[in-house]
């Protein structure tokens, strides 16, 4: 019996558009959790496509239209201010399309004017930290966004850690707080004032990510509560009573507040 040559459709995958540093570090962090499914890759710097490649077996694809024609998910991972020009040069999608945005402050009605009525829209928020499995993501949806893309979407952030739905008036709040920066600041801040009181680099860097990171982690895993941990760290009277007092009299919680506010007025800005 002679073999009829059928020609297969394409593997459907989950796009990215914009091979960036979120884009790498949630490949990276799908394939250390074993995700096995295709993923691809659009952007316009082949670079980043080879080394997406090369590293975590994501397809490179510089044609928009050919990458876009290949998904069953769509996840716009540009700058903000790139969104509205991306979305253009995709033009109107025809097809039933689950469409995922990760660019902060780029609001769902804003989203929805672009591609067409048939792509039903998303917004993640997923941290850097995905990259090692340990990330968190926020997740809002469009109204009439069905169950089951509901599921589809959650289960990809679930992937690299865990994922908190919230509604769309919360994103910017979630986004500016919850960001590793923070961690990562308090701990570059912390080290280089304890190197000036004489700690050399690795001793001051030691002693900060105890600090930070195996307190909160206690907490974290543990069932007491933070202003418990609070009182039991802190001895009325004896040094580290006194280093969270002196810094709060110089304007510590007001100084983190003010950088919060900072954050959502650009999230703002970036919503225009």
Not at 24 to 43: C, I, Q, T
Not at 226 to 245: C, F, H, K, N
Request: charged share 25%; aromatic share 6%; glycine share 10%.
């Amino acid at each position: 019996m002679r073999e009829v040559n059928v020609k297969r459709p394409r593997l459907k995958a989950a796009v990215f558009l914009g091979g960036g540093r979120i884009t790498s570090a949630l490949v990276a962090g799908l394939r250390l959790a074993g995700y096995d499914k295709p993923m691809v890759v659009h952007d316009r710097n082949r670079h980043k496509l080879r080394q997406l490649q090369r590293e975590y077996g994501a397809t490179g694809e510089p044609n928009l239209r050919r990458a876009v024609e290949q998904a069953c998910l769509l996840i716009v991972a540009v700058r903000p201010d790139s969104v509205g020009e991306l979305l253009r040069a995709t033009g109107k999608i025809d097809r039933p399309l689950t469409a995922v945005s990760l660019a902060a402050g780029v609001p769902l009605s804003k989203l929805r004017m672009r591609l067409g009525p048939p792509v039903r829209w998303a917004r993640a928020m997923p941290s850097s930290v995905c990259r090692s499995g340990r990330g968190l993501t926020a997740v809002t949806f469009a109204r009439g966004f069905p169950y089951s893309a509901q599921r589809e979407v959650k289960d990809l952030f679930a992937t690299v850690g865990p994922v908190l739905e919230l509604p769309e008036t919360k994103f910017d709040a979630f986004t500016v707080t919850y960001s590793a920066s923070h961690g990562y600041h308090a701990l570059a801040a912390l080290a280089a004032a304890a190197e000036k009181l004489g700690l050399d680099r690795k001793g001051a860097l030691t002693a900060a990510a105890h600090a930070l990171a195996d307190g909160i982690l206690a907490w974290r895993e543990g069932n007491t509560r933070l202003d418990r941990l609070l009182r039991e760290a802190a001895t009325p009277g004896g040094i580290a009573a006194t280093v969270m007092s002196s810094m709060n009299e110089v304007g510590y919680q007001r100084m983190i507040e003010r950088g919060l506010r900072a954050g959502i007025a650009r999230a703002r800005k970036n919503a225009k």
